[in-house]
Nanobody, 127 residues
Framework: QVQLVESGGGLVQAGGSLRLSCAVS????????LGWFRQAPGKEREFLTSISWSGDSTNYATSVKGRFTISRDNAKNTGFLQMNSLKPEDTAVYYC????????????????????WGQGTQVTVSS
């Protein structure tokens, strides 16, 4: 069974940085697209960024482009989200997800393209 576990969330001041990790059990991680999403209270889940299985393609939402960086280490079955210049409006529960066809050099921004999700990690940015 595939399991995704996010870690690295917490409380940070505006302008600070956090690095989220997404540890994936099972042999599936290296084959699939990795995505990061977030959901703030009372709001819909929002796409942030995704990366292809090989890492050669990435895609970012306008709201985080230039501040957040997605990466992956297929040998360690782990994905990462480096978040810099954090703002209070970045406060949300952050989720990682994997999905898509095997070994496709694509990225996805639609949550429906992802079949496996983590439980989320809280990120709170104080002003």
């Amino acid at each position: 069974q595939v399991q995704l576990v996010e870690s690295g969330g917490g409380l940070v001041q505006a302008g600070g940085s956090l690095r989220l990790s997404c540890a994936v059990s099972g042999p599936f991680f290296s084959r699939y697209v990795l995505g990061w999403f977030r959901q703030a209270p009372g709001k819909e889940r929002e796409f942030l960024t995704s990366i292809s299985w090989s890492g050669d393609s990435t895609n970012y939402a306008t709201s985080v482009k230039g501040r957040f960086t997605i990466s992956r280490d297929n040998a360690k079955n782990t994905g990462f989200l480096q978040m810099n210049s954090l703002k209070p409006e970045d406060t949300a529960v952050y989720y990682c997800a994997i999905g898509g066809p095997s070994y496709a050099s694509v990225t996805y921004s639609d949550s429906r393209d992802y079949g496996y999700w983590g439980q989320g990690t809280q990120v709170t940015v104080s002003s």
